[in-house]
């Protein structure tokens, strides 16, 4: 992809809670939208992904929606625990076939 | 089961000095290897990707440069380090159908 946003930079959520976190992207060809988690000091893995054929993805306390026609894809947390806390990155790949990177969301779970 | 390693996993080094970061990938053959850079609070920039041996596009001028004398072998250098060099490296290798792309454990690297 070309350009994706991410929002919100930091997100503060109490434990149980749900959390949101979106993401827009600018190229029309981008069609693999993943999801990382990026614990303290690890590297980031992959959590969930989406394709640009399906709208909607969900793997237990974690789905994520697609909307094409806006250009934009969120992750959803529910249920929060204390280990979801760490750093989200969304990204998307366009016609060059590379990820291109969202800014990140720090997600903290309080208790 | 597919592999990859990285190292050294810290590093501080003084400016001008070189530098040498090694990543390996193991279980695999023929990957796409990536070295991104992330520096503090920010998300991560794609420095240079290898879709075979001695095979390196760089996405970014800057003062480094990387290498891939074998397939599964990915090599970050410099010559000169400056302190906007200091940062967070993180190798990549991807080769699935899916796209997705797996992480090294990452170096941090700090320069004075």
């Known amino acids: 992809g070309e350009n994706v946003e991410q929002h919100p930079s930091t997100l503060s959520v109490q434990e149980g809670d749900s959390a949101v976190i979106k993401c827009t992207y600018s190229?029309?060809?981008?069609?693999?939208f993943p999801w990382y988690k990026q614990e303290l000091g690890k590297g980031p893995q992959l959590i969930i992904d989406?394709?640009?054929?399906?709208g909607e993805k969900k793997d237990q306390r974690i789905a994520v929606t697609l909307n094409k026609t806006a250009k934009h894809f969120s992750l959803h947390i529910t249920e929060t625990q204390p280990e979801d806390s760490a750093v989200y990155f969304c990204a998307d790949t366009g016609t060059a076939s590379k990820l291109t990177f969202g800014t990140g969301t720090r997600l903290q779970v309080t208790l | 089961s597919q592999t990859i390693h990285q190292w050294p996993a810290t590093l501080v080094q003084p400016v001008g000095s070189p530098l040498s970061l090694e990543c390996t990938v193991e279980?695999?053959?023929?990957?796409?290897l990536y070295w991104y850079r992330q520096a503090a609070g920010r998300g991560l920039q794609l420095l240079f990707y290898s879709v075979g041996i001695g095979q390196i596009s760089s996405e970014v001028p800057q003062n480094l440069s990387a290498s891939r004398p074998q397939d599964r072998q990915f090599i970050l250098s410099s010559k000169k380090l400056l302190l906007s060099d200091s940062g967070f490296y993180l190798c990549?290798?991807?080769?699935?159908?899916?796209?997705?792309?797996?992480f090294g454990e990452g170096s941090r690297l700090t320069v004075l």
């Open positions: 990549a290798w991807s080769g699935g159908a899916t796209g997705e792309l797996f």
């Open positions: 190229d029309s060809a981008s069609n693999y």
């Open positions: 989406i394709r640009s054929n399906v």
């Open positions: 279980g695999t053959s023929n990957p796409n």
